[in-house]
Structures are given as C-alpha cells and as structure tokens.
C-alpha cells in the first residue's frame, strides 16, 4: 500500500518560515516524480511545487517562487517543501503526491494533508 504522510505544518506569522515534510512508503520512491500542492477554503486545489526523481530539477508556482523551495531524499523517501515570507495567503491545506510522468502530472498517490495558517 502506497502512503504518503506530511508533516510539519503549523501557525506561523507573516513573514515566518517552516518546513514541510512528506514520507512516503509502498513505493519505489525515486521512480516517482513529487509534488506540492495546496488548497485554501473556499478554493480549489493549485499546484505549488514539483521535483523531479533524482532532484535534479524543480518547478514552481508564481505564487511561490523565490519563496519555497522543494528538495528531495531519496535515501529517506521523503520530499520536503521549505517556505520562507509567508503570507496570510499561503494559508492552506498543503498535500504531497507522487506520479511518474512528470512535475505536470498526473499525480497517483496523495498523502493526507497537513494545515498551514499564516497569521498577519
């Protein structure tokens, strides 16, 4: 079974930085491509950040670029996001997910969920 578990989510203030941290397991890890996405109430779910197998290379949403920045370990079968100046905005539902096509998607596997509230 393929899970996928975030972490380190979290009240921050304005302007404040946290990583975030997914684990996955029931997988080949580096075979996967990894994502980032998030979804704030009342909205729908947008792409925040993808990397590719072996790191190699990242994708960013405007929203977050300069911000964030997304690292892998495969020997630890985990993907990380790192967010730096956040803002109220960046408040969401942060998911994780895994799919072997590419930073575009699709994505197969989604992990739960981890809240991230921004104060101002």
């Known amino acids: 079974q393929v899970q996928l578990v975030e972490s380190g989510g979290g009240l921050v203030q304005a302007g404040g930085s946290l990583r975030l941290s997914c684990a996955a397991s029931?997988?080949?890890?580096?075979?996967?491509?990894m994502g980032w996405f998030r979804q704030a109430p009342g909205k729908e779910r947008e792409f925040v950040a993808a990397?590719?197998?072996?790191?190699?290379?990242?994708e960013y949403a405007d929203s977050v670029k300069g911000r964030s920045t997304i690292a892998r370990d495969n020997a630890k079968n985990t993907v990380y996001l790192q967010m730096s100046s956040l803002k109220p905005e960046d408040t969401a539902v942060y998911y994780c997910?895994?799919?072997?096509?590419?930073?575009?998607?699709?994505?197969?596997?989604w992990g739960q969920g981890t809240q991230v509230t921004v104060s101002s």
């Open positions: 990397v590719s197998r072996f790191g190699l290379s990242a």
């Open positions: 029931g997988l080949t890890f580096r075979h996967y491509y």
């Open positions: 997910a895994a799919g072997t096509d590419g930073a575009m998607g699709p994505y197969d596997y």
